[in-house]
């Protein structure tokens, strides 16, 4: 709100200002909370690093539900195993790796393809979640079930936000606001910090190869 035109997000020569960002990320709130998340609803997330995945984490999180991150490029089966396991009713995936689960997923699926055409659609969009409380789920992130299945670890709203606000009160700003370089990926708590952490901060992040 306070810098609507500033460049928050950039990757390979594409860009969101803010008020796109808030846009895009609203209409999807507004598609899931249509279709019954809220607090505590776990929506699994199948994108591939670009805008779009940010706007999906954004758009869940304003929708009051919970993520859970998929790499497109983890084995079906895996990525089977925690969508039903963490028993996620929705999915938000590019139209290119939502195919493949139409064959298993029996719940509503939300095919996010051109952010910057869904926030010039609707700049206005905004979501109507029910209040989240501290303790409510922010998002379900699995281990690497290197010593045996996965394990869904669940993360509360709470944790991520007493962890931001200190980054974003403690850590001196420069002026103009930075560019942050964010390389982690999204299945990683890493993201989350490097991601919000520059918002918060009214900076450009910038996602890396």
């Avoid at 940010?54 to 895996?78: F, H, I, M, N, Q």
Wanted: proline residues 5%; hydrophobic residues 45%; charged residues 20%.
């Amino acid at each position: 709100a306070r810098t609507p035109e500033a460049v928050a997000l950039e990757w390979h020569g594409a860009g969101l200002t803010y008020a796109e960002l808030q846009a895009s990320a609203g209409r999807v709130a507004l598609w899931l909370c249509a279709h019954g998340v809220g607090a505590e609803s776990v929506v699994a997330l199948q994108l591939a690093r670009s805008l779009e995945q940010v706007v999906g984490v954004y758009g869940t999180l304003l929708s009051g539900g919970a993520y859970l991150p998929l790499d497109p490029k983890w084995p079906l089966e895996r990525r089977r195993f925690m969508v039903e396991d963490a028993a996620c009713g929705w999915l938000v995936a590019q139209s290119e790796h939502a195919l493949e689960i139409d064959g298993w997923f029996g719940g509503a699926v939300l095919r996010l393809d051109d952010c910057r055409r869904v926030a010039l659609a609707s700049t206005a969009a905004v979501a109507t979640a029910e209040r989240v409380r501290p303790h409510h789920l922010c998002y379900v992130m699995y281990t690497s079930g290197s010593t045996g299945k996965p394990k869904g670890v669940m993360v509360e709203h709470r944790g991520v936000v007493n962890v931001l606000l200190d980054a974003i009160t403690s850590w001196p700003m420069p002026t103009p606001p930075w560019r942050f370089g964010v390389s982690a990926n999204y299945v990683f708590d890493t993201f989350v910090w490097d991601t919000f952490h520059s918002f918060g901060k009214g900076s450009t992040v910038v996602l890396l190869r």
